[in-house]
């Protein structure tokens, strides 16, 4: 029963999905850009604030919360599974050197599910055979957002998406222009964040990449 309530879940995860990430925000209420991006037609949020102790990003957590719920999207929370269940998101997100998902899992609610990163093929199916329930794979394109990312690009989207069976999400330097190519390699959801964040108006930007993005998807 819960598995199935995550997979529920995890077939939301398409679309455009943002993260609403503090540190590219660059002061500006991460409310306010939800709210936005959730205008713009975003189907995932994903809250990463590393510039703040976890008491003070958790009220923020909760109002995005709420925010997501009204628009009918999801909240996931980077990094932080105590968070996650604190602000009751929908899930939670892990990089490769974060928790294990064994370990995420025993502290998350049983209906709230756990995506992992990866740049290779092998990594994703390690990842799914662990329990995640979406698997994002990149940097597709090279990015300047986050330090310490790998190279996977096009191929490595394009075979995993082929041999998964829970939902693929792409990220790195994907944009307006590029995000037709991820979508026709297969990806259910792009992941962005600068391409949003970083735009002067993110709720023009979301529209305009999910336009783009459906023209990858009808190639």
Same mark, same amino acid.
């Given at each position: 029963?819960?598995?199935? &309530?995550?997979?529920? +879940?995890?077939?939301?995860?398409?679309?455009?999905?943002?993260?609403?990430?503090?540190?590219?925000? @660059?002061? !500006?209420?991460?409310?306010?850009?939800? @709210?936005?991006?959730?205008?713009?037609?975003?189907? *995932?949020?994903?809250? !990463?604030?590393?510039?703040?102790?976890?008491?003070?990003?958790?009220?923020?957590? /909760?109002?995005?919360?709420?925010?997501?719920?009204?628009?009918?999207?999801?909240?996931?929370?980077?990094?932080?599974?105590?968070?996650? *269940? =604190?602000?009751?998101?929908?899930?939670?997100?892990?990089?490769?050197?974060?928790?294990? &998902?064994?370990?995420?899992?025993? +502290?998350?609610?049983?209906?709230?599910?756990?995506?992992?990163?990866?740049?290779?093929?092998? $990594? =994703?199916?390690?990842?799914?055979?662990?329990?995640?329930?979406?698997?994002?794979?990149?940097?597709?394109?090279?990015?300047?957002?986050?330090?310490?990312?790998?190279?996977?690009?096009?191929?490595?989207? $394009?075979?995993?998406?082929?041999?998964?069976?829970?939902?693929? *999400?792409? +990220?790195?330097? +994907?944009? $307006?222009?590029?995000?037709?190519?991820?979508?026709?390699?297969?990806?259910?959801?792009?992941? *962005?964040?600068?391409?949003?964040?970083?735009?002067?108006?993110?709720?023009?930007?979301?529209? /305009?990449?999910?336009?783009?993005?459906?023209?990858?998807?009808?190639?």
């Amino acid at each position: 029963m819960e598995l199935s &309530i995550r997979k529920g +879940i995890a077939r939301k995860v398409n679309g455009l999905y943002v993260i609403v990430d503090a540190q590219v925000a @660059q002061g !500006r209420d991460l409310v306010e850009l939800t @709210q936005a991006v959730l205008l713009g037609g975003a189907q *995932v949020i994903q809250l !990463r604030d590393k510039l703040h102790d976890k008491g003070d990003v958790l009220p923020i957590a /909760r109002r995005i919360r709420d925010l997501c719920d009204r628009h009918g999207a999801l909240l996931i929370i980077n990094d932080h599974a105590d968070l996650a *269940v =604190a602000c009751d998101a929908h899930g939670l997100h892990l990089g490769q050197h974060d928790l294990p &998902i064994e370990e995420a899992r025993a +502290i998350l609610r049983s209906h709230q599910i756990i995506g992992k990163s990866n740049a290779l093929l092998e $990594e =994703a199916l390690e990842s799914e055979r662990q329990g995640a329930d979406y698997l994002a794979v990149g940097a597709i394109f090279p990015t300047d957002t986050k330090e310490k990312t790998r190279p996977a690009g096009l191929e490595t989207l $394009e075979k995993v998406k082929a041999r998964a069976s829970v939902p693929v *999400v792409a +990220i790195g330097g +994907i944009n $307006e222009d590029n995000v037709p190519r991820v979508m026709l390699a297969g990806a259910d959801a792009a992941c *962005v964040i600068s391409a949003v964040i970083g735009d002067p108006n993110p709720e023009e930007a979301a529209r /305009r990449l999910i336009d783009a993005m459906s023209l990858g998807a009808l190639s």
